[in-house]
């Protein structure tokens, strides 16, 4: 492996030196290009033996059903092999990890059942594309989103009722606003680029877009205002709902999955700064520079890289953000 500097060149060189291999004991001769076969199994070759050069010793461990040592980088992690001698490390289906388009694997979840204004029932269904996903926790996903539109849904129209197509609108609003929620790192200059968002794995862009005017339904005009005034009073306790259920769910997730005897907060985090007498949607996103401890060794406060330099705030007013690097 050290006498080439380019993978594709080993690669080729490997398979035909299995091709010879293979044709000196055998009648039926293999001749022309190479097939995708044979370098994909000169592929497996090489990274079978990478691994046995590098993990020798945990895969014996393996193989011996014996347990791998503590001081092992494997530890704690379940590690097995398949039959292809190929080391994983997760139980992740191949539907997970693999490009593929939007929906082409998905997720699906009911919520209700919700009384319209003529008495009769309907059901939300919440379609959840895996296709970007990778956490091993198959249904949790698509549960999280449920319980953030359902908890905000039934807190927002209490007693209320709505035609069909007044729910139908509204949510469609909700789906537009939990869509369009950023992902990635939020930059505060304009000239940076946008953060990503799932929508744009969807349609490529936003979706909090005005509608088209051809959409408008006939009606007159006092009857459309006053329910475009309606919807956006709902819409409106939709959004502080969210910001408020969604930053709590964050402060809990993100206690549920620290370990014991460890900090809540580690550098590069990237984190939402609480600011008193300022909107939340305002509030000013930032990435953890330096930890500072306490005298019992628990992280007290932290400062923090903004857009503007850095910021130095306890972790009370810090909420770290599903975002991992």
């Known amino acids: 492996m050290q006498k080439f500097s380019n993978l594709y060149k080993l690669l080729r060189v490997t398979a035909y030196v299995f091709r010879f291999v293979k044709n000196s004991r055998s009648e039926e001769k293999t001749v022309g290009h190479l097939s995708t076969e044979e370098l994909s199994s000169v ?43 190929t080391e994983i490390s997760a139980p992740l289906p191949p539907d997970r990890v693999e490009k593929s388009q939007p929906f082409e694997v998905s997720g699906i979840e009911f919520a209700g059942p919700l009384i319209l204004r003529d008495g009769s029932k309907v059901y ?78 969807l349609t490529g862009s936003k979706l909090t877009v005005l509608p088209s ?33 969604y ?5 809990t997730a993100m206690f549920s999955k620290i370990p014991k005897n460890s900090g809540q907060f580690k550098i590069n985090d990237v ?23 306490g005298r019992d060794g628990k992280i007290r406060s932290c400062e923090i890289h903004v857009a503007n330099g850095t910021l130095s705030r306890p972790i009370e007013r810090l909420y770290n953000l599903e975002i991992q690097d």
């Open 271 to 293: 984190v939402l700064i609480k600011e008193d007498n300022i909107k939340r949607c305002n509030w000013k996103l930032g990435r953890i520079k330096t930890l500072f401890p």
């Open 213 to 245: 005017p051809n959409t408008v339904p006939k009606s007159s005009k006092c009857d459309l205002i006053k329910r475009w005034k309606h919807r956006l009073l709902l819409l409106d306790h939709f959004w502080k709902r969210f910001y408020k259920e």
């Open 124 to 201: 939300i269904a919440l379609f959840t594309c895996t296709v970007t996903r990778g956490a091993p926790w198959w249904g949790g996903f698509w549960e999280r989103l449920v319980r953030s539109v359902k908890t905000c849904l039934k807190r927002i129209l209490g007693k209320s009722s709505l035609t069909y197509e007044e729910l139908y609108t509204v949510l469609v609003e909700i789906e537009a606003v939990i869509n369009s929620r950023p992902i990635t790192y939020l930059y505060s200059n304009v000239n940076e680029p946008d953060p990503l968002s799932p929508s744009h794995f």
């Open 247 to 251: 930053l709590l769910e964050l402060r």
């Open 43 to 85: 592929m497996d070759y090489w990274i079978k033996l990478s691994q046995f050069q590098c993990f020798s010793n945990e895969i014996n461990c393996i193989k011996c059903n014996k347990c791998i040592d503590k001081s092992s980088k494997f530890y704690g992690l379940n590690p097995k092999i398949d039959e292809k001698g």
